[in-house]
Nanobody, 124 residues
Framework: QVQLVESGGGLVQAGDSLRLTCTAS????????MGWFRQAPGKEREFVSA????????DYADSAKGRFTISRDRDKNTVYLQMNSLKPEDTAVYYC?????????????????WGQGTQVTVSS
C-alpha cells in the first residue's frame, strides 16, 4: 500500500510563505489525482487543491486561488503546495491524498489514501 508523507508545515506570520511536500512511497504508485485538503479545529476537512497526475491540470478552492500553487514531480512521486500570502484563516492541518479513480475531485470520500497531515499555523 502506498504511504503518503507530508512535510513543510510550521508556524509563520501573516503574509509569509510555506511550501508543503507530500511524497508517496511503498507499493505501486497509481494515483490519477493528488489532492491537498485541510482541517481546522472544530471544522470539517475541506478541499484546497488538486492536480491530475498525468496531465498536470489543476483545481483550486476559491480560498486558495491566486495564493497557492500545486505542482508535482512525477519522477519523485511528490506533490507540492506552495502557499503565499498566508492568512490566519489558513491555519489548519494540511493533508495530501491520492485518488485512484478517473477525474479530479473535491470530495474527501473520493480519495483513498491519506497522509498523516502537517500543521500550518499562521499568526496575525
Amino acid at each position: 500500500q502506498v504511504q503518503l508523507v507530508e512535510s513543510g508545515g510550521g508556524l509563520v506570520q501573516a503574509g509569509d510563505s510555506l511550501r508543503l511536500t507530500c511524497t508517496a512511497s511503498g507499493g505501486t504508485f497509481s494515483a490519477s489525482v493528488m489532492g491537498w485538503f485541510r482541517q481546522a479545529p472544530g471544522k470539517e476537512r475541506e478541499f484546497v487543491s488538486a492536480i491530475r497526475w498525468s496531465a498536470g491540470s489543476t483545481d483550486y478552492a476559491d480560498s486558495a486561488k491566486g495564493r497557492f500553487t500545486i505542482s508535482r514531480d512525477r519522477d519523485k512521486n511528490t506533490v507540492y503546495l506552495q502557499m503565499n500570502s498566508l492568512k490566519p484563516e489558513d491555519t489548519a492541518v494540511y493533508y495530501c491524498a491520492a485518488r485512484l479513480g478517473y477525474g479530479s475531485s473535491r470530495w474527501v470520500a473520493d480519495y483513498a489514501d491519506w497522509g498523516q497531515g502537517t500543521q500550518v499555523t499562521v499568526s496575525s
